[in-house]
């Protein structure tokens, strides 16, 4: 089954200052890889997410690039700001895109 | 739209007690995943279900534990009995379709069980 490796499990940066999380998967048909994000006391909310047929997504300070020969992705955020602090999940789906399994987390500190 | 709705927020019972978790997921939406989420094992799928109908309870860990969705709008996640170990924040999401698409997660049950 699909196994999702996710480092660093925290990460601090200085606020202005990029971070990069990483991922690798296991099941090389995965076409689908999101990234959510979790603040403290709710649920995961989805911030970006690529398909196999991409390379690379940006969406204003974020963005996510895919190597599927590699089978690992990354979320990229630029000029980070206190808000970005917070644990961010990868995850990948197994079964031909039938559910995601989710990356144990990083929780991002941004330092003033 | 109001979102994944969750009930109860927090939930605090002993060991042996019934515990039931209720879920009401965004209206249209016609996928609906249970997770678990705990700090050693961090988000698991426990069950998901498609058009109202369980298709994977593979990540269910033993018996002990029941969900049901007997309408679009509606779902629980019980646990009977109850143990210490059971003890984490449960989240319930849902989406338009299975596991390539956007889930919308709702605020979760925090469950502690002494």
């Known amino acids: 089954g699909e196994n999702v490796e996710q480092h660093p499990s925290t990460l601090s940066v200085q606020e202005g200052d990029s971070a990069v999380i990483k991922c690798t998967y296991s099941?090389?048909?995965?076409?689908?890889f999101p990234w959510y994000k979790q603040e403290l006391g709710k649920g995961p909310q989805l911030i970006i997410d690529?398909?196999?047929?991409?390379g690379e997504k940006k969406d204003q300070r974020i963005a996510v690039t895919l190597n599927k020969t590699a089978k690992h992705f990354s979320l990229h955020i630029t000029e980070t700001q206190p808000e970005d602090s917070a644990v961010y999940f990868c995850?990948?789906?197994?079964?031909?895109?039938?559910?995601?399994?989710f990356g144990k987390g990083t929780r991002l500190h941004i330092l003033p | 739209d109001a979102g994944v709705i969750q009930s109860p927020r927090h939930e605090v019972t002993e060991m042996g007690q019934e515990v039931t978790l209720r879920c009401k997921p965004i209206?249209?939406?016609?996928?609906l995943f249970w997770y678990r989420q705990t700090m050693m094992r961090g988000l698991e799928l426990l069950i998901y279900?498609?058009?109202?109908?369980?298709i994977d309870d593979s990540g269910m860990p033993e018996d002990r534990f029941s969900a049901k969705m007997p309408n679009a709008s509606f779902s629980t996640l019980k646990i009977q009995p109850s143990e210490p170990r059971d003890s984490a924040v449960y989240f319930c999401?849902?989406?338009w379709g299975t596991g390539a698409y956007e889930q919308y997660f709702g605020p979760g049950t925090r469950l502690t069980v002494t």
């Open positions: 995850a990948a789906p197994m079964n031909r895109d039938d559910k995601i399994i």
């Open positions: 690529i398909r196999s047929n991409v």
């Open positions: 279900f498609n058009n109202n109908v369980p």
């Open positions: 209206s249209g939406h016609n996928s």
């Open positions: 999401a849902s989406s």
């Open positions: 099941d090389s048909a995965s076409n689908y």
